[in-house]
C-alpha cells in the first residue's frame, strides 16, 4: 500500500501529502482497535444468551468461564471432596474461584495480542468493584489499544431471576435455590467501577426482542 501511495499516487500528484496522511490515519489502529467485551450479570440473568447471539453477529471469540474453568475445576473440588457443582461455597470461592478466573483471562490476553475481538462471560463481580482491575489487567499483559466494553445483564424482578434458574434445570444451581433468601440478597445489578469504560446496564426482565439485540449490538459496534 506504502508503494503504491508513494510512487504511483504521489509522484504523479494524483493525491496531496496531506490526503494521503489522512487515509494511512483512517486506517490506522486508531479507528480498528481490539475490542475486549464483557457481559456480566447474575445467575439466570441472560447474559450467556445474550451475548452468544452477540458473539454469532460480530464474529468474535467467544470465552465463558464456565466452559473453560470446569473443565478442571470440577475435577480439583473432587479432589477435595467437594461438590463438582460447587461455586458458591466460601471454599471455592477461597481455592479455586481465581484460578478458573485467572486461565480465561490468560486465553483472552493471547486474543487480543493478536488482534483478535474478544467477548468474556461471568459474573466478574470482584473485579468490576476494583476500579483499578481493568488497568492492571492490561498491564499485566502488556495490552495496548484496546477498547473495552462492558455490558451489565440483571433483571428487576428477583421472582422471574429464581424461575429463570429453575428452568435451566442444573444441578449446579442447587445451592442457591435451596437457599435464596440468601441468595437473592446478591441479585443486584452489578456496577462497573472501571474508569473510562464504556458500560451499558441491560434490563432483561421482559421477553428479548430484535430491538433489544440490535441496542446491545449497536453499543458494541461504537469505537
Known amino acids: ?99 478458573e478466573y485467572k486461565a480465561m483471562f490468560a486465553i483472552a490476553a493471547e486474543n487480543l495480542k493478536l488482534g483478535v475481538d474478544t467477548i468474556l462471560v461471568s459474573p466478574f463481580s470482584k473485579e468490576v468493584n476494583n476500579s483499578n482491575w481493568i488497568n492492571e489487567f492490561l498491564n499485566e499483559h502488556q495490552l495496548n489499544d484496546i477498547t473495552i466494553k462492558v455490558v451489565s445483564v440483571y433483571l428487576s424482578d428477583a421472582e422471574v431471576q429464581r424461575e429463570r434458574i429453575r428452568a435451566r434445570n442444573t444441578s449446579r444451581d442447587q445451592w442457591k435455590l435451596d437457599n435464596w433468601d440468601i441468595y437473592k440478597e446478591k441479585l443486584k445489578k452489578i456496577e462497573v467501577n472501571w474508569l473510562n469504560v464504556q458500560t451499558l446496564y441491560f434490563d432483561n426482565s421482559l421477553d428479548l426482542t430484535s430491538e433489544q439485540i440490535d441496542s446491545v449490538i449497536s453499543f458494541l459496534k461504537t469505537t
Open 1 to 99: 500500500m506504502e508503494k503504491f501511495f508513494n510512487d504511483q499516487l504521489y509522484r504523479e500528484k494524483f493525491i496531496s501529502p496531506k490526503t494521503i496522511q489522512l487515509i494511512y490515519f483512517l486506517q490506522s489502529e486508531v479507528f480498528f482497535l481490539t475490542k475486549l467485551i464483557f457481559f456480566i450479570g447474575h445467575a439466570g440473568c441472560g447474559k450467556t444468551t445474550i451475548s452468544k447471539i452477540a458473539a454469532e453477529h460480530l464474529k468474535v471469540n467467544y470465552l465463558d468461564r464456565d466452559t473453560i474453568g470446569s473443565i478442571f475445576v470440577d475435577k480439583m473440588l473432587s479432589m477435595k471432596g467437594l461438590s463438582p457443582d460447587d461455586r458458591d461455597s466460601q471454599a471455592y470461592h477461597k481455592e479455586f474461584r481465581d484460578i
